[in-house]
C-alpha cells in the first residue's frame, strides 16, 4: 500500500512493527512501532505515558518526511 | 534403519492453544505430536518420526524475536533432531515469519536440516525463500493435506541429504536457485502455449521470474510540514463501531474511508478494529493505538503541521491478497490528491 | 508461399564407393567428397568421418551442423545468396534428409566452438547426438586470416549438406508435410477471429566471427525486416558464427526453426502465424536501438497481437532481447520471449544481464554455467585438448582420463535460445 501511495506521488511514511516486511513491500521511509496490536501505544502505561510514545513516533515520522534519503530508511 | 527423529514447530493457533487472545503465548516443548503433526507423522511412515513439538505464540515470537529465536532453538536443540519442519503457516504473516526465522536459525545455527511451507503472498515467503525450502501451500489451513504431500517428501530428502531438484520439480518456493532439469515438451512448443495463454488472458507461469523492480523512487523532503495536510490510512482494521462497511476480518475485499472531521479522540465505544490478525483488546480499548487522530490534533493545533485531513481511510492487511491491497492504496492515493493531501502516515499492526 | 518439405528418413550412415540413398542409409563416396571441397584454397586438408547415436565418440570443436537438402520444385535453391544465386525460396518442394547432418570441426577458429558426444551424459544436452553425423575435418593454410578461415569451414559444411541433400532429388519421400503462408489481407479474410501472432527471430550479428547471413546478405548490415517462415526452411538464413556452443544458432536450428514450426502446428486453429520479423544484434547501442524501434514498428504495422521473440547468445544481446520486449509490449503487443541463463556454477546469480517488467513471460533453455563431466570417448574427431580454452571450459577440463569437466555452454546447441530443447531451470 505505502509504495503505491508514494508511486502516485504523495509523500508517505510507514509506521509497521514488523521492520522487516516493511522492507520486504518496499516501503522507503519507515518508523519502527511499539507491539503489532499497540503500535501506537503501551496499554502497560498510563494515559500521558502512552500519548508520549505517540509524539516521539509521530515526530519521528514528521522528520521521516522531512529528510530526503536515496533509499529505504529506517529512521529508529 | 533407525527413524529420522522430526521436531515440529506450530503456532498456538494449531496447538489449539487459542487464537488471538493466546498469541502472547510463550514458547512450549511438548514431547511427541501435536496437532498437524499427525499428518506429517502418518505421511513419514517408517523412515521418520516426530519426536516432539515446539510451540509458540505468534505475537509472542515477532514481538520478542531474538528471545523467541533463541528459546525455540534451545528447545529444539535439546531433542538432538535430524531434520526440523515448520509449520506451514498458510497466509498468516506473524506465522509465516516465525517459520521462516526458525528454519533458518535451525539450518544456520544448529546446522539441521529444516524445511517450511507457506502461500506465495505470505511476507514470511520473501523474507526467507532464499534462506530456506519453503513449500508452496494454498492461502488457508484447507490446503493442509496439499501442503503435506509436498513437504514429506522434500523433508525426507533433506533429512538424507539427496539432491534437491528444481523449484517446479519438488515445489518449493522459488529460491532465487536455478536450476537445470529437463522439460516435458521443448521451449519453443512452450512459447507458443504461453504466448496463447497470455492473448487469451489465461493465466501462465513464467519460467524467470524477472529480478524485484517494484520498487519506488523515494519521493523528496516533505519542506513545509507546518503547512501540510496530513491524512492517515491504516491497514489496522480501524473502523466505526459495528463496522458499517462489513470490512473483512482476513483477506479484505474493501476498504473504508471515515470522515473524523470533528474529531479530537478515537474513545473505546465509538470506533474498533476490523482486523482479525491479532489481539483487539488494545486498539479497541484506545483506538488511537492503531490510529493515533488524538496527538494528530495535538501537533494540528500546535502549528507542527498545517492540518490533518478530514477522512481516514482503513483496511484489514490480514491476508490480503498483494494486488488488492495495490489496488486499493492506488484509488485511495487518487482520492487524496485530489483533496490536496501532501503527506500520509501509513500505520500498520 | 507454400512449401512441401519430403521427408527421407535416414537411420544409418556409411563410407561406400558410391554416394547415394538406399533403404535409409546413406552412403558417401569420401574421395568424390574430399576433392570438390579441396577447391578451396584456403585449405590445407580435408578429411572425413562418420558418428552415430550412441557410439562412444567425442567431436570438437564444433563449428557448424548443417542438415541435407535438396530443391525438387519450386524457385531457386538451398542457401540462396551464399551458395546458390539468389532467388527468393520458400515454395514448391524440398526433400529433406531428415536423421543425417553435416558436422563441420578442425583447427579452432575462435574461442566459442562446441562439443557434441554421440553418447553418456553429453549425448543428453546436444540434440545432434541423436543424428548420422558426417563429420567435416579441415585444417586451414597457416598464413589464413580467421575471417579467412571461418568462411571457409562455413562453405565447406554448406557444401557438403548440399552434396549430401542432392543424394534425395530422386527419393520418394516417407514423409511429406506442408506449410503455407498467405497474404497479410487474405490472412485477415480467412481467420477473422484469431490472434495474429508474428515471431521475432533475433540474428547474432556482433562481427568479429559472430554472424548470420540472409540471403547472403551480413545481417549486421541489414535493417530489421521481414520474411516467410517457409524460407528459412530453404536456408534462407545461414550461421557463420562462433558464439558460445551451448545457444547459438546453427545452420541446422535456422533449417528447423522449432518456433515457426511449432506456430505452424497452432496456425489457423488457435493462431494466425503472420510472419517472421528477423532483426540483429550489432555492438553499437545507436544500433541496437534502431533495430528495436524497428521490430516493434513493423510489429505495429503488421497488426500484430501476439510475437515470440528468441535471442542468440547472452551478454549485451540480452539488452536487445529487452528492448524487443519493452517496445513491443510498449504498443499493446503480447509477447513471449525466449532466453537461457548464465546463473552461475551454483545458480544463484543474477541469470540476464538486462531486464525489465514487461519480460514477464519468459522461457529459458537453462543455465549454460551448469557443470557436467563427460566421461572418457574411445574417439575423438578433432580436437580434444581444446577443450581446455573454450567457453565453457578452463584450464584443467580436459583430464588425464580423457574425461572432461565443462560448463553446458561447451556443448552445441545445449540451451538453445529458439527453444529447440526440453532443458529448462526453474
Known amino acids: ?76 | 534403519m533407525s527413524k529420522f527423529r522430526v521436531v515440529h514447530y506450530i503456532n498456538q493457533f494449531f496447538a489449539n492453544v487459542g487464537g488471538e487472545e493466546m498469541a502472547d503465548y510463550k514458547p512450549e516443548l511438548r514431547e511427541g505430536i501435536v496437532g498437524p503433526g499427525i499428518a506429517f507423522n502418518a505421511g513419514f511412515k517408517d523412515e521418520a518420526e516426530i519426536v516432539a513439538t515446539v510451540i509458540c505464540g505468534d505475537s509472542y515470537f515477532n514481538e520478542n524475536l531474538e528471545t523467541a529465536k533463541k528459546e525455540v532453538l534451545d528447545m529444539i536443540s535439546s531433542c538432538k533432531p535430524d531434520m526440523v519442519i515448520c509449520g506451514p503457516a498458510f497466509n498468516a504473516g506473524r506465522y509465516g515469519v516465525a517459520c521462516g526465522t526458525v528454519a533458518a536459525a535451525v539450518i544456520e545455527k544448529l546446522n539441521i536440516p529444516a524445511l517450511t511451507g507457506m502461500f506465495i503472498e505470505n511476507p514470511g515467503a520473501d523474507m526467507f525463500k532464499t534462506k530456506v525450502h519453503i513449500v508452496s501451500t494454498k492461502n488457508s489451513a484447507a490446503g493442509m493435506r496439499d501442503a503435506v504431500k509436498i513437504m514429506v517428501p522434500l523433508a525426507l530428502k533433506l533429512a538424507k541429504g539427496e539432491e534437491i531438484k528444481s523449484s517446479k520439480q519438488e515445489g518449493y518456493l522459488p529460491n532465487g536457485i536455478r536450476v537445470n532439469f529437463f522439460e516435458e515438451k521443448r521451449g519453443a512448443e512452450r512459447a507458443v502455449d504461453m504466448l496463447v495463454a497470455k492473448l487469451e488472458g489465461k493465466p501462465f507461469t513464467t519460467e524467470f521470474p524477472m529480478p524485484d523492480f517494484d520498487r519506488v523512487e523515494p519521493a523528496k523532503a516533505l519542506k513545509d510540514i507546518n503547512n501540510a495536510k496530513i491524512a492517515l490510512v491504516t491497514s489496522g482494521g480501524i473502523v466505526p463501531k459495528g463496522n458499517p462497511d462489513h470490512i473483512e476480518s482476513s483477506s479484505a475485499s474493501k476498504y473504508g474511508k471515515y470522515s473524523i472531521a470533528n474529531v479530537t479522540d478515537l474513545v473505546e465505544g465509538e470506533y474498533e478494529t476490523a482486523h482479525g490478525g491479532y489481539d483487539p483488546v488494545y486498539s479497541n480499548k484506545d483506538p488511537d493505538r492503531v490510529l493515533p487522530v488524538d496527538v494528530l490534533r495535538e501537533f494540528e493545533k500546535e502549528g507542527k503541521i498545517g492540518k490533518l485531513h478530514d477522512y481516514f481511510y482503513s483496511t484489514v492487511g490480514n491476508g490480503t491478497a498483494v494486488k488488492n491491497a495495490k489496488k486499493y492504496a492506488s484509488e485511495i492515493a487518487k482520492e487524496l490528491l485530489a483533496d490536496g493531501v501532501n503527506a500520509v502516515i501509513l500505520t500498520s499492526t | 508461399m507454400k512449401l512441401e518439405l519430403g521427408y527421407i528418413y535416414i537411420e544409418d550412415i556409411q563410407f561406400g564407393p558410391e554416394s547415394k540413398v538406399e533403404k535409409k542409409t546413406l552412403y558417401v563416396n569420401k574421395d568424390e567428397l574430399i576433392s570438390m571441397l579441396l577447391e578451396d584454397q584456403n585449405l590445407k586438408s580435408v578429411s572425413v568421418d562418420i558418428a552415430k547415436p550412441g557410439e562412444s565418440v567425442r567431436i570438437t570443436p564444433v563449428k557448424d551442423v548443417i542438415e541435407p537438402r535438396v530443391k525438387v520444385s519450386g524457385k531457386g535453391n538451398i542457401f540462396p545468396g551464399t551458395l546458390a544465386k539468389v532467388e527468393c525460396v520458400g515454395s514448391g518442394r524440398t526433400n529433406v534428409l531428415k536423421g543425417a547432418a553435416v558436422v563441420t570441426t578442425g583447427k579452432i577458429v575462435g574461442f566459442q566452438e562446441g562439443i557434441i558426444d554421440m553418447s553418456g551424459k553429453g549425448a543428453e544436452y546436444t540434440p545432434f547426438s541423436k543424428l548420422n553425423n558426417l563429420v567435416i575435418i579441415c585444417e586451414p593454410k597457416d598464413e589464413i586470416s580467421p575471417y579467412a578461415h571461418e568462411k571457409a569451414l562455413r562453405m565447406v559444411g554448406l557444401k557438403s549438406a548440399v552434396y549430401l541433400g542432392e543424394l534425395g532429388r530422386g527419393i520418394e519421400p516417407d514423409e511429406i508435410e506442408v506449410f503455407e503462408t498467405i497474404s497479410i489481407k487474405e490472412g485477415i479474410e480467412k481467420y477473422p477471429g484469431l490472434p495474429r501472432v508474428g515471431y521475432v527471430l533475433m540474428l547474432q550479428s556482433q562481427g568479429l566471427l559472430h554472424d548470420t547471413y540472409v540471403y547472403g546478405v551480413d545481417m549486421k548490415q541489414s535493417l530489421t525486416t521481414i520474411i516467410n517462415p517457409t524460407e528459412l526452411m530453404d536456408g534462407a538464413i545461414i550461421s557463420g558464427n562462433c558464439v558460445s556452443a551451448c545457444d547459438k544458432n546453427t545452420t541446422y536450428h535456422h533449417l528447423n526453426n522449432p518456433v515457426i514450426h511449432e506456430l505452424f502446428k497452432k496456425h489457423g486453429t488457435e493462431l494466425n502465424f503472420v510472419c517472421v520479423i528477423i532483426t540483429n544484434e550489432n555492438v553499437y547501442l545507436a544500433d541496437k536501438e534502431r533495430s528495436s524501434d524497428w521490430s516493434s514498428k513493423l510489429a505495429e504495422l503488421l497488426g500484430l497481437d501476439g510475437v515470440i521473440i528468441s535471442q542468440e547468445g547472452f551478454g549485451n544481446p540480452d539488452t536487445d532481447l529487452i528492448m524487443n520486449c519493452k517496445k513491443i509490449e510498449a504498443k499493446g503487443i503480447k509477447t513471449v520471449i525466449i532466453t537461457d541463463e548464465y546463473a552461475g556454477r551454483d545458480g544463484s546469480s543474477q541469470s540476464l544481464a538486462d531486464a525489465d517488467v514487461s519480460a514477464n513471460a519468459v522461457i529459458t533453455g537453462g543455465n549454460a554455467n551448469q557443470v557436467v563431466v563427460l566421461g572418457p570417448m574411445d574417439k575423438i574427431i578433432g580436437h580434444v585438448e581444446v577443450v581446455n580454452t573454450v567457453a565453457g571450459g578452463f584450464d584443467g577440463s580436459l583430464r588425464e582420463d580423457g574425461s572432461i569437466e565443462v560448463e553446458l555452454q561447451a556443448i552445441t546447441g545445449a540451451t538453445n535460445e529458439m527453444g529447440f530443447n526440453k532443458l529448462s531451470a526453474r
Request: glycine share 8%.
Open chain 1, 1 to 76: 500500500m505505502v509504495k503505491e501511495i508514494e508511486r502516485a506521488g504523495i509523500h508517505v511514511v510507514h509506521i509497521c512493527t514488523v521492520v522487516p516486511i516493511s522492507l520486504t513491500v518496499g516501503a522507503n521511509r519507515i518508523v519502527p512501532a511499539i507491539a503489532i496490536p499497540y503500535p501506537l501505544g503501551n496499554p502497560s502505561l498510563d494515559m500521558e505515558g502512552e500519548k508520549e510514545i505517540r509524539r516521539r513516533i509521530l515526530n519521528k515520522s514528521l522528520e521521516a518526511l522531512g529528510t530526503e534519503i536515496t533509499g529505504q530508511t529506517v529512521f529508529e
